[in-house]
């Protein structure tokens, strides 16, 4: 486990998340973005450097919204590696 050899403290995990883009694009920080899960998360972490208790947030593997795309015309995982194979 990476924290046990560095020897540190988890302070949070930062999931992707395309509104990063957005908020650059825009010249905003990302912790402006209520809706974003990466900004929440980089909020979190600030809170825990300034000693707060915050519970760390469980990263689900959320589809990106290119895969949701391709899901929604039929080029979802499954259908990609059937074409692969034929």
Do not use: C, W
Not at 13 to 18: G, H, L, W
């Amino acid at each position: 486990d990476v924290l046990e050899v560095l020897g540190i403290d988890l302070l949070g995990i930062v999931p992707e998340d395309e509104m990063i883009i957005v908020a650059t694009n825009k010249g905003e920080p990302i912790v402006y973005d209520k809706h974003s899960r990466a900004g929440r998360s980089f909020l979190n972490a600030a809170q825990r450097i300034m000693g707060e208790e915050v519970p760390l947030n469980e990263i689900a593997d959320v589809p990106s919204l290119l895969e949701r795309l391709r899901r929604l015309v039929g080029f979802g995982p499954a259908l990609a590696e059937k074409r692969v194979r034929s």
